[in-house]
């Protein structure tokens, strides 16, 4: 769906780039290391936010690698 979009507005295509590589995993920690101190019924773990951070990391490589092409 993303190379679609960027197939249909290229001058979109830079811009995009520049948002994904302005956050690295430091970011995407950060804010799960936050979400995991909520004080709320239903606690973020440590281990999930470590799933979720995974997920985050090879969601993030595949947007970037498919507006490299």
């Known amino acids: 769906m993303?190379?679609?979009?960027?197939?249909k507005y290229p001058?979109?295509?830079q811009s995009m780039l520049d948002c994904?590589?302005?956050i690295d995993y430091h970011s995407f920690?950060?804010?799960?290391?936050t979400l995991i101190l909520?004080?709320?019924?239903?606690?973020?773990s440590?281990?999930?936010a470590n799933?979720?951070?995974r997920l985050l990391q090879f969601r993030h490589q595949h947007l970037l690698?498919?507006?490299?092409?």
Do not use: G, I, Q, Y
Not at 29 to 33: G, I, P, R, V
Not at 38 to 44: C, G, R, T, Y
């Open 51 to 53: 799933f979720m951070l």
């Open 2 to 7: 993303l190379k679609e979009f960027s197939n």
């Open 65 to 69: 690698h498919a507006l490299e092409k």
């Open 38 to 44: 909520f004080d709320v019924p239903a606690k973020l």
């Open 11 to 13: 001058e979109t295509r």
């Open 20 to 22: 994904l590589k302005k």
């Open 46 to 48: 440590a281990e999930r």
């Open 29 to 33: 920690k950060k804010m799960l290391d």
